[in-house]
């Protein structure tokens, strides 16, 4: 068994990589919207809370009742009860990658769960 796995997300609408990457601790998502596209519904989570990075293009959020653009290198918390919903600019596509994690589940960041290995 390896201890990695690996795989290209290409450039499809959405790639959910829990099952591609055998994911165990996280659910991490690469989503590509057209111009003018969205997605077409509201929705929170139970215990998850969501991590946004825009990477390229421009969009709109709308989370709870506040609306704001979206330009590459903006990266958004989100809790778990918010109501969120993305969309594409009209003129141009926006691309991002969502990481899902349990809220308040981590214990140890990296330096704390780094171990040197020589």
Not at 58 to 73: N, Q, R, S, W, Y
Not at 76 to 102: H, L, M, N, T
Request: hydrophobic share 35%; proline share 3%.
């Amino acid at each position: 068994m390896s201890n990695y796995s690996k795989t290209n997300i290409g450039d499809g609408r959405r790639t959910e990589l829990h099952d591609i990457l055998g994911l165990t601790g996280a659910e991490i998502s690469v989503n590509n919207l057209q111009a003018g596209e969205g997605v077409p519904f509201f929705h929170s989570h139970k215990q998850n809370e969501e991590i946004y990075i825009v990477f390229k293009g421009k969009g709109v959020a709308i989370i709870d009742d506040e609306t704001f653009d979206l330009v590459p290198g903006d990266v958004i918390r989100v809790a778990p009860e918010a109501k969120r919903k993305f969309s594409a600019s009209q003129d141009v596509g926006v691309s991002y990658i969502c990481i899902q994690v349990k809220e308040n589940s981590i214990e140890q960041f990296t330096d704390a769960d780094g171990v040197l290995v020589e």
